[in-house]
């Protein structure tokens, strides 16, 4: 495994995802060959449903909240290719975890579109069927950078739905946080193309910084409304090590509403799924619908069915987990279906994780306490 490097701005230090020693990875001899599946629940009683692959730990993009560049420069070393998951192992592994209940595939990263060939592995995981014969709610997550190409073959490769992230519509501010000095027009057009292919219906996501982009967000509200897009706004996590996170630069969802409401009266909707990690609302006059995604000011572990996997194939069990599980190893040897079936599902079994929850019970601080946390570039949002 290649050793990563992970800084902060004040020190310099060679971290590697680890796997947890604590557990085992593979079922112990006297368990039972398969684990119960379509039921599986953790220690807290959440149902495994829902899945997020990252497919590349690369991104053309250097979002300071995400991939900064003073640590992702020119000499850090992603992963090489030998170690990412094949298009086959991944939906190899998606279909076992489907098995276990995952209804829903996130395709993320890095930047997902940077991974060749990927409308292949769209068209492979879009054949999977639940027990009961249905599709899989199938979605991916992009800058935009590449969807104005892209859009049409990602549809006839069988991709339902695309989320775009973007942070503002000022080209000078979105230049900025991107920090590659990419137009937004680009990503606009991207969304465009994405609607005019079917992607729909497309979320848009925005990180919203304090200070920095917080003066976008009634710009965007009065862009995205009455066009289908529905629009997200995402509270600055304190995820990884390496975006130097500071709670001051938190705009809490709850202000955001209060400004957009402010201009175009809101009313609140009912979650539309069991897990939604958005509080919905709808605006009064029937142009459609925001979220916001409250993930520092109102924690939402208690309904969290998601899993992440890695590039190169390991479980995670929370987006702020500092240790990943390696399937790699069984995806790679003669694990047979039934044993890597087991080994998910006591993984997800073990799983106590609960870190929002946790962080809103502790005094606001600068998020650096406790072991180093995983990266979002590498296990994606
Ligand atoms: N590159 C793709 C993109 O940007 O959409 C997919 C990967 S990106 C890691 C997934 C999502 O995580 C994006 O919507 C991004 O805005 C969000 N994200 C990254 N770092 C974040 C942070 N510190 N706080 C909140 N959201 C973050
Ligand atoms: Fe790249 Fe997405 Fe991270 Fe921005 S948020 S640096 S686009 S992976
Ligand atoms: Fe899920 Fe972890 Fe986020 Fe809580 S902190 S909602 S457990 S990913």
Redesign the pocket.
Known sequence: MPWRRATDRSMSVRVIPLVDARRPVVAPADAPAQAPTGSLLDRLGRPLTDLRISVTDR?N???SY??PKEVFDKDYRYLPHADLLSFEEITRVARLFVQHGVRKIRLT???PLLRKNIEGLVEQLAQLRTPDGKALDLTLTT?GSLLARKSKALKAAGLQRVTV?LDGLDDAVFRAMNDVDFPVAEVLAGIEAAQAAGLGPIKVNMVVKRGTNEQEILPMARRFRGTGVVLRFIEYMDVGATNGWRMDEVLPSAEVVARIAAEFPLVPLEASAPGETAQRWAYADGAGEIGVISSVTQAFCQDCSRARLSTEGQLYLCLFASRGHDLKPLLRGDASDAQVLSAIGHIWQGRADRYSELRALREPDTGDGGPRRVE??YIGG
């Open positions: 991104c993009f250097r979002c995400c991939m990263g890095g930047e800058n992230s979002m570039s």
